[in-house]
């Protein structure tokens, strides 16, 4: 799996648009980037996935590079309920099981 | 939407009991796993099964845990002998088939084990 790095924690206020950016210098051609979000005493869930340029879904949008060494998790507009701990996974398209290596993850707490 | 469920909420027993965690995945979903969170540390996997047979596991994983699918709908987690240092949440996820996105796994609420 390829390392990555992402800050241990953001603040932001509601409202705002809160961006968090994660490093994966060794990222490999076949390597997707996938982004989980975990509530306190919840499991995590799944937001985002991509692999070049840019996905949007309900929830969040992931810019990516052209040289896919980094991405940009984007949350527009943050609510009080957005705090949470966000997780960037880097590694290969399976179509099978696949075991999830956590790192330390970026807390965001948003304050009204 | 289809959840996964996991039972008890919070389980605390004493050191050296054995306990079963259980897990009721998304129905048509193939792929079972159980991670733990040990509290203020990142989540950890520690087992993946699949077809009826564990498919990889972790170092954390050794011969005091063990998993079975009784039947078509529980995925248990057996914890023999337990261990002060086992206390942690532990997680239960499980993922589709042929899925484009092998990274969704979707996770249950959590157990929290207390062991005293």
């Known amino acids: 799996l390829a390392k990555t790095t992402q800050p241990i924690s953001m603040d932001s206020y509601e409202g705002q648009e809160v961006n968090i950016t994660c490093s994966h210098n060794n990222i490999a051609t076949n390597d997707y980037i996938t982004w989980y979000q975990q509530f306190p005493s919840q499991g995590p869930r799944f937001i985002i996935q991509?692999?070049?340029t840019k996905v949007t879904n309900e929830v969040a949008s992931l810019f990516i590079p052209a040289d896919r060494k980094s991405s940009t998790l984007s949350l527009p507009r943050v609510s009080l309920s957005d705090t949470a701990v966000y997780y960037c996974l880097v590694g290969a398209q399976r179509s099978n099981d696949y075991k999830l290596s956590f790192g330390a993850g970026t807390t965001v707490t948003v304050r009204a | 939407e289809p959840e996964v469920t996991q039972t008890p909420s919070h389980q605390v027993t004493q050191m050296g009991q054995e306990v079963i965690l259980r897990c009721v995945p998304i129905s048509n979903h193939l792929y079972f796993y159980w991670y733990r969170q040990i509290l203020g540390q990142k989540v950890e996997f520690l087992v993946s099964f699949y077809n009826n047979e564990i498919s990889e596991k972790s170092e954390i994983f050794d011969d005091q845990f063990s998993v079975e699918r009784p039947d078509g709908s529980n995925f248990t987690l057996k914890i023999r002998s337990t261990k002060l240092e086992d206390s942690a949440m532990y997680f239960c996820?499980?993922?589709?088939?042929?899925?484009?996105?092998?990274?969704?796994?979707?996770f249950g609420p959590g157990t929290r084990l207390t062991v005293t």
């Open positions: 996820a499980s993922s589709g088939a042929g899925t484009s996105r092998s990274y969704e796994q979707y």
């Open positions: 991509g692999y070049k």
